[in-house]
């Protein structure tokens, strides 16, 4: 073999470990993939299926809104080659952290997707009745509770493919082969959720903690209001004293509220009145991490909204 033909194979051999290099992610190995919260997570896993296993960030319970870094999810999000996560309007601990340790690029917020709906969140009160006060104008900023429409998810996955592929070109075929069976799926999941919810559409009912707008809009759910917006500040005296009342006159079924200190908030407001405390668990806590838990999310808290709303 000519000495020139020699040099030729060896520089295409630099340019292609070169490339592959430039992508922060070493030759042959895995990319360390971090998800921040369990829906973005499964979404991500499912792409990765086959190739490796994302790092759930915040595998903790409580609110994603306030927290703090622990030094172990501090060097999680240090090391990682990708983070995918819902946004600045939901981890808002994670804002500086992120911006001063990755390069954009390797940031890919649900929030940043393009084809994702969204929906301004709405103020703490009373929605959908007409005789009680106004609760305040509408919150300016977006609510971030995205993955609860899973059409959004749909267009979350093409985003998430695109950053595997361009970290790691080598599993590309997988990444678009997963992408392509997991928006085939959350299609199928969109469709169940419809025949499941759509008896609901005429049926009120309270939640305490304003978290499912998405679901409610994609299926034309009727909530009439909320004890508590994304701010988490809950209703003064009055406006329980409100609530309570339009309970009472709508003779309304159900207050959903998502565990902890939120059921001693349903509790008052269904205390002597035809209503019941139901929980939802929006954030999953029951449910393991991984490529399922989107799809069991989602299912349960159909069912559960069924279970307590068909007449």
Same mark, same amino acid.
């Given at each position: ?96 952290? =992120?911006? &001063? ?7 890919? /917020? *649900?929030?940043?997707? %393009?084809? #994702?709906?969204?929906?301004? $969140? ?92 998405? =679901?409610? &809009? ?7 209001? /909320? *004890?508590?917006?994304? %701010?988490? #500040?809950?209703?003064?005296? $009055? ?73």
């Amino acid at each position: 073999m000519s000495q020139t033909i020699v040099k030729a194979q060896r520089l295409r051999l630099w340019l292609v470990l070169a490339a592959l290099l430039a992508t922060g992610c070493p030759v042959g190995a895995t990319p360390q993939v971090v998800a921040t919260i369990k829906p973005v997570h499964s979404i991500v896993a499912g792409v990765m299926a086959g190739v490796g296993v994302p790092e759930l960030l915040l595998s903790r319970q409580g609110s994603h809104h306030h927290f703090h870094l622990r030094p172990s999810e501090a060097r999680t999000l240090r090391r990682a080659d990708l983070v995918f996560w819902a946004g600045p309007g939901l981890e808002t601990g994670l804002v500086t952290p =992120l911006s &001063q340790w990755l390069p954009e690029e390797r940031v890919i /917020a *649900l929030a940043d997707v %393009s084809d #994702v709906t969204h929906l301004r $969140k709405r103020s703490a009160g009373i929605w959908l009745d007409e005789t009680a006060s106004p609760p305040g104008r509408e919150a300016a900023a977006l609510d971030a509770h995205r993955w609860f429409d899973p059409r959004n998810m749909q267009a979350f996955v093409a985003s998430v493919e695109q950053a595997l592929t361009d970290i790691d070109p080598a599993n590309q075929a997988r990444y678009r082969q997963n992408g392509k069976h997991l928006r085939l799926a959350l299609a199928r999941l969109d469709t169940e959720l419809a025949a499941l919810l759509a008896p609901l559409s005429e049926t009120p009912y309270v939640i305490v903690h304003d978290a499912f707008h998405y =679901l409610e &809009q994609r299926y034309n759910l009727h909530a009439s209001g /909320a *004890l508590l917006s994304d %701010s988490e #500040v809950p209703l003064g005296a $009055k406006g329980l004293r409100e609530m309570r009342s339009l309970i009472a006159r709508r003779r309304l079924r159900c207050v959903f509220y998502d565990g902890g200190e939120e059921k001693r908030l349903a509790r008052t407001l269904t205390e002597g009145g035809p209503a019941r405390a139901i929980p939802l668990d929006l954030q999953g806590r029951d449910i393991a991490p991984g490529t399922d838990f989107y799809f069991q999310l989602m299912r349960g808290l159909a069912t559960d909204l069924r279970h307590c709303l068909k007449k």
